[in-house]
């Protein structure tokens, strides 16, 4: 069993910065392949990044490629999402996901712990 926290969300403007952080409880952490995805109101949950058991592969959205670096450190269990030139169309609840699988699976149905969700807002 795996247990997820998001902390770091809030508010920004447009341009602007925020990294997200997502610690996990259990010594297995280092198993898993890590995500984060996010929904937006009245919108399916969609994909956003995922990062490999020892953080040498990502996989990122078409939509936020370039602007987002997801990363983790395993002695923290802890797994990063920094988004830089934040746009108000990422708007969302942004989750957290663990997978025990081996692939950078972009589909919500291939993890298997989810966290509960920290809001980013951005406004134009």
């Known amino acids: 069993q795996v247990q997820l926290v998001e902390s770091g969300g809030g508010s920004v403007q447009a341009g602007g910065s925020l990294r997200l952080s997502c610690t996990a409880s259990?010594?297995?952490?280092?198993?898993?392949?890590m995500g984060w995805f996010r929904q937006a109101p009245g919108k399916e949950r969609e994909f956003v990044a995922a990062?490999?058991?020892?953080?040498?592969?990502?996989y990122y959205a078409v939509s936020v490629k370039g602007r987002f670096t997801i990363s983790r450190d395993n002695a923290k269990n802890t797994v990063y999402l920094q988004m830089n030139s934040l746009k108000p169309e990422d708007t969302a609840v942004y989750y957290c996901?663990?997978?025990?699988?081996?692939?950078?699976?972009?589909?919500?149905?291939?993890?298997?712990?989810w966290g509960q969700g920290t809001q980013v807002t951005v406004s134009s």
């Open positions: 990062i490999n058991w020892s953080g040498g592969s990502t």
């Open positions: 259990g010594r297995t952490f280092s198993r898993y392949t």
């Open positions: 996901a663990a997978s025990g699988g081996r692939g950078l699976a972009a589909t919500p149905g291939s993890y298997d712990y």
